[in-house]
């Protein structure tokens, strides 16, 4: 009970959660009517930081194992302690280590999986299964007709789920999410092989190929085609 004669305040709702965490995904940092620019696509993916954050410790196993004679212990270590540092300097510069904490988790669990099982190729299994878990959601939201990204767009936008009422928005959102699928299916086809033939190396090159390039270049695709229907829905209103 409120002991003072303001209302007490309620928790956030499922819309309200589920909202501020798509506007904090890369396609969450742009409005969908904006004209996209190498610059709002580098804020999108992080900044230079996130971009270094992402990319340097994956370039630093491959380094390190390549150099070191497939040193396992200083091949997970080394971009775990990277990624420390990376969270260090995000808690004194006070800008948010959610991201970098984020990266900490999986580089720690995937160290753990390679040192208890003593295979370098183990350090990218839990890439694999996140790969997989997010191409199994990405089908089913296509298969009950919910395409994940037409939900996405419909909270940044606050339109809900009014664009299943549009045509031409169903199908550029339905687009969306396929492309989206093949992202993580195109991974799965070259990493799984990789990882069933033990090569930790080429495992750790595609996968640097396959991150931040290929997520930049899709996010830009999907920027676009969103922005072709949601500028022209716009367009049609201020007429």
């Known amino acids: 009970m409120s002991t003072s004669g303001g209302q ?14 798509m506007r904090k995904t890369g396609l969450g940092q742009v409005a969908p009517g904006e004209v996209p620019t190498g610059k709002s696509l580098l804020k999108a993916i992080g900044g230079v930081r996130g971009l270094i954050e992402s990319i340097v410790p994956g ?7 390549s150099l070191s004679g497939q040193n396992l212990l200083l091949s997970v270590l080394i971009p775990l302690a990277l990624s420390v540092i990376f969270v260090v300097i995000r808690l004194v510069t006070k800008s948010g280590p959610t991201q970098a904490l ?9 160290a753990i999986l390679a040192l208890i099982t003593g295979r370098a190729e183990t350090n990218f299994l839990p890439g694999i299964f ?4 997010s191409l199994a959601v990405l089908l089913l939201s296509i298969v009950v007709r919910w395409p994940l990204i037409g939900v996405i767009v419909g909270f940044l936008t606050n339109e809900g789920v009014a664009w299943r009422t549009s045509k031409p928005k169903r199908r550029v959102l339905y687009l969306a999410t396929w492309l ?3 992202l993580f299916a195109l991974r799965l ?4 092989p990789l990882y069933l033939a033990h090569e930790a190396e080429w495992l750790a090159g595609t996968k640097l190929l396959l991150g931040v390039p290929l997520y930049a270049g899709l996010l830009w695709v999907t920027w676009l085609l969103v922005r072709a229907v ?4 716009t367009a049609s209103k201020a007429e």
């Open 59 to 65: 370039l630093a196993f491959l380094v390190v194992y």
């Open 230 to 233: 949601y500028g022209r829905s």
């Open 102 to 110: 984020g990266g900490i988790a999986v580089l720690a669990a995937s």
């Open 130 to 133: 996140f790969n997989a878990g």
């Open 189 to 192: 086809v070259v990493e799984v």
């Open 180 to 182: 989206w699928a093949a």
């Open 8 to 21: 007490d305040e309620q928790p956030p709702s499922f819309r309200e959660s589920f909202g501020d965490a």
